[in-house]
């Protein structure tokens, strides 16, 4: 399986697929602008069709691009905890870039920490790391040692959690027992910016040290 990235706007979210050319299928997660075409171009030129989308979270510029995915008949996943972010995103205009069309985002199917989640025959197990977000979740590739944690932690950093929903010290209890918990050679593969391995993040970040 080949995961590939792309940072896209209107604040440099990433966008992730997981492509597995010879089943010819392929799994997006998080939804930025642009995301629609950019998933759809890749999954052409790999030989692939779209089987799913995974929604990290509700935060807008994750799920900006979800409502094109739907229209596609997409299926889409994404945790309880964020249904009205999903459902009414809207609510979220206060601290989105101003002038953006946000429409709503139906889920298919919703995730739950500690689920086992098998798409395109890949094993896929599913952790809650609420505290930036409620319904943030990280999703785990054991077979690649790969887990896209959406904002939970970055390279050097943590998620905010001074939007509505956060909280310091879920955060912190989230990415100790979900994030860190995983083997160190892991590579996590954030919402914004370059990847890190949890061996990295344990030794050296300033906000939560292993």
Same mark, same amino acid.
Not at 7 to 15: K, V
């Given at each position: 399986?080949?995961?590939?990235?792309?940072?896209?706007?209107?604040?440099?979210?990433?966008?992730?697929?997981?492509?597995?050319?010879?089943?010819?299928?392929?799994?997006?997660?998080?939804? $930025?602008? &642009?995301?629609?075409?950019? =998933?759809?171009?890749?999954? !052409?030129?790999?030989?692939?069709? *779209?089987?799913?989308? /995974?929604?990290?979270?509700?935060?807008?510029?994750?799920?900006?691009?979800?409502?094109?995915?739907?229209?596609?008949?997409?299926?889409?996943?994404?945790?309880?905890?964020?249904?009205?972010?999903?459902?009414? $995103?809207? &609510?979220?205009?206060?601290? =989105?870039?101003?002038?953006? !069309?946000?429409?709503?985002?139906? *889920?298919?199917?919703? /995730?739950?920490?500690?689920?086992?989640?098998?798409?395109?025959?890949?094993?896929?197990?599913?952790?809650?790391?609420?505290?930036?977000?409620?319904?943030?979740?990280?999703?785990?590739?054991?077979?690649?040692?790969?887990?896209?944690?959406?904002?939970?932690?970055?390279?050097?950093?943590?998620?905010?959690?001074?939007?509505?929903?956060?909280?310091?010290?879920?955060?912190?209890?989230?990415?100790?027992?979900?994030?860190?918990?995983?083997?160190?050679?892991?590579?996590?593969?954030?919402?914004?910016?370059?990847?890190?391995?949890?061996?990295?993040?344990?030794?050296?970040?300033?906000?939560?040290?292993?």
């Amino acid at each position: 399986m080949q995961i590939e990235t792309q940072e896209l706007p209107p604040i440099g979210t990433n966008a992730i697929a997981l492509l597995d050319r010879e089943r010819g299928e392929c799994v997006i997660i998080d939804a $930025p602008q &642009q995301a629609f075409t950019w =998933a759809s171009a890749l999954a !052409e030129q790999h030989g692939c069709r *779209i089987v799913a989308l /995974i929604l990290t979270h509700g935060h807008w510029d994750h799920i900006l691009d979800g409502h094109q995915f739907a229209a596609a008949g997409i299926p889409i996943y994404a945790h309880r905890a964020d249904a009205l972010m999903f459902a009414d $995103p809207a &609510q979220m205009a206060s601290y =989105a870039l101003p002038g953006l !069309e946000l429409l709503p985002v139906p *889920i298919d199917h919703w /995730i739950e920490g500690g689920q086992g989640l098998q798409l395109m025959g890949v094993e896929m197990e599913i952790r809650h790391v609420p505290g930036h977000c409620p319904g943030n979740v990280l999703i785990y590739l054991p077979a690649q040692a790969a887990a896209i944690v959406g904002d939970a932690i970055f390279a050097g950093s943590v998620g905010r959690y001074d939007l509505p929903g956060g909280d310091p010290q879920v955060l912190q209890h989230s990415i100790r027992t979900q994030v860190y918990t995983l083997p160190d050679a892991t590579v996590l593969y954030p919402g914004h910016g370059g990847t890190t391995t949890v061996g990295q993040e344990k030794a050296s970040n300033p906000f939560v040290r292993g």
